[in-house]
T-cell receptor, first 112, second 110 residues
C-alpha cells in the first residue's frame, strides 16, 4: 500500500474514445504528478501540480488534459489518443515539490 | 536538465553488497540526487535521497563525491527480492525539473 491509489489499473480504449484516469492520495501531500512510462523508455514527467495549481507541462499533446480539483485528487482526461500513447501512466504525490515522491501502481493504457 | 547515465544491468548473488553508480555530469547547484526502486507492474518506490557526501538509511547508502558529478547507491547484503529496476533521479530543489535515468536492471541470483 503506497498511499496513492490509481484507477482503473487497466484500460483499453479506441482512438475516438474519451476516458479519464483517476489518482487519489490521502497522505496530506501538496504536490501531485503525472508520468508516462513506455516500454524500454525512461519515465517521462508530464504534469506537475502544486497546491492545486499546474506548475509544469512538459510539452504534452493537448489530447492529454489534467485536472486537479483538490489536493487529494488528480485526473488525466484522455481523448482522441494515438497508438503510441499506449503506456503505463503513473501518478505520484509529495509533501512539497522538492520532497521524495510516492507513486501509485499506475494505469496500463492500451489504445486500439 | 541534468542527464543521468547508469549501467543497463547488473548481476549479483544473495548476501553480496551491490553498488550502482550513476553519472550526472551536468548536475546543477540546487539539484538533489534521488534513487527509486521499481518492480514489474508497480510504481517506483523511494529508496534514498542526498545532496552531498554520504547518506544512510535502513535499506541503503548513497555516496556522493565532492564534485557531485556521480553518485553510488550501495545495497548491503542483497536478497532475491531486491531484483528490480533502480532509477537515479536528479532534480532541482523546486522538484519540477525531474529527470529519470534509463534505470539499472539488478538481478540477484541464489
Amino acid at each position: 500500500e503506497t498511499g496513492v491509489t490509481q484507477t482503473p489499473r487497466h484500460l483499453v480504449m479506441g482512438m475516438t474514445n474519451k476516458k479519464s484516469l483517476k489518482c487519489e492520495q490521502h497522505l496530506g501531500h501538496n504536490a501531485m504528478y503525472w508520468y508516462k512510462q513506455s516500454a524500454k523508455k525512461p519515465l517521462e514527467l508530464m504534469f506537475v501540480y502544486s497546491l492545486e495549481e499546474r506548475v509544469e507541462n512538459n510539452s504534452v499533446p493537448s489530447r492529454f488534459s489534467p485536472e486537479c480539483p483538490n489536493s487529494s485528487h488528480l485526473f488525466l482526461h484522455l481523448h482522441t489518443l494515438q497508438p503510441e500513447d499506449s503506456a503505463l501512466y503513473l501518478c505520484a504525490s509529495s509533501q512539497e515539490s522538492n520532497q521524495p515522491q510516492h507513486f501509485g501502481d499506475g494505469t496500463r493504457l492500451s489504445i486500439l | 536538465l541534468a542527464k543521468t547515465t547508469q549501467p543497463i544491468s547488473m548481476d549479483s548473488y544473495e548476501g553480496q553488497e551491490v553498488n550502482i553508480t550513476c553519472s550526472h555530469n551536468n548536475i546543477a547547484t540546487n539539484d538533489y540526487i534521488t534513487w527509486y526502486q521499481q518492480f514489474p507492474s508497480q510504481g517506483p518506490r523511494f529508496i534514498i535521497q542526498g545532496y552531498k557526501t554520504k547518506v544512510t538509511n535502513e535499506v541503503a547508502s548513497l555516496f556522493i563525491p565532492a564534485d557531485r558529478k556521480s553518485s553510488t547507491l550501495s545495497l548491503p547484503r542483497v536478497s532475491l527480492s531486491d531484483t528490480a529496476v533502480y532509477y537515479c533521479l536528479v532534480g532541482a530543489a523546486d522538484g519540477n525539473k525531474l529527470v529519470f535515468g534509463a534505470g539499472t536492471i539488478l538481478r540477484v541470483k541464489s
